[in-house]
């Protein structure tokens, strides 16, 4: 017994051994509560350490494959007739929804009458963007930003990149419809 | 002469030997951890570069990425003092 003991104590202290395992038998024989069980051997957060890489590694490869995948397929957008369009004012703007109803983007009829549409999502942190009617600007209210509503370029404030720009049809009914959604790419560009 | 001192005391001798593997060990946790926080970056950087569409950053990233897994792989299994031998510091080989 203790012979045992004496080994058990000899593997505990030793170094870069699983304190746990060593400990277990004598702990089966005499069990107590110690505040050392309670806490995180050097060896078991070395390895939540290495799991934790192994982790963030496998997130940023999975994700980057996934963008890179989706880059890849060409989606197919159907064409959507934009409602009450064709009686929008100069200078003033409409929202909608495409290509599909969970998508919120944003029409603006300028004020020399061309059509521009955008998807309402900045490209900062994914606020809805609005029309500011006073400056002739989409805006976004949550971190300061602009976009030119002609252009979708960045005007100023913190979003990297131009609002995605939707596709307008001008049918010769005045009908306006959207034939397509691109992603916008690029840093700030003017 | 201390040397010699070292030597002929084991006991002087284990305890400078555990402190010098201490030293190496907190050494590793802290390497480990200042690499999982830069992989946490690179993540950071990977999911905006992606959402930004700007596919040219993503490959280096993950790269960076890898390399960070390896180095942290590394210190786990294979970083460990150089010398065990006898030293003027009293460091003990096994």
Redesign the interface.
Known sequence: MSRDLGETIKRVLA?ETDVRSATAPHQKDFPYDREEEAQVT?RE???F??L???A??V???G??G???LD?RSTPQFRSSKIASAETLAPGSSLNFQYPTTKDSAILVRTLDGEFHAFGQKC?HLSCPVYFERLHQRLECPCHDGAFDPKTGNVLYGPP??PLDPIKLEVRTNGEVWAIGRE???GEHSS | MQDSTNQNNPRTVRNLAGEGRTAVAQARVILLVMVNVAQLWILAATVEAALAHRFSALLPLVVASGICFVVTVTLIFWWRPASRRFTSSGYVKR
């Open positions: 170094d050097r957060f070395c390895n350490l290495g934790t890489s192994a963030l590694f997130g940023a490869a994700f980057a996934k963008a890179a880059a490209t990297p990149r992603a916008s790419t």
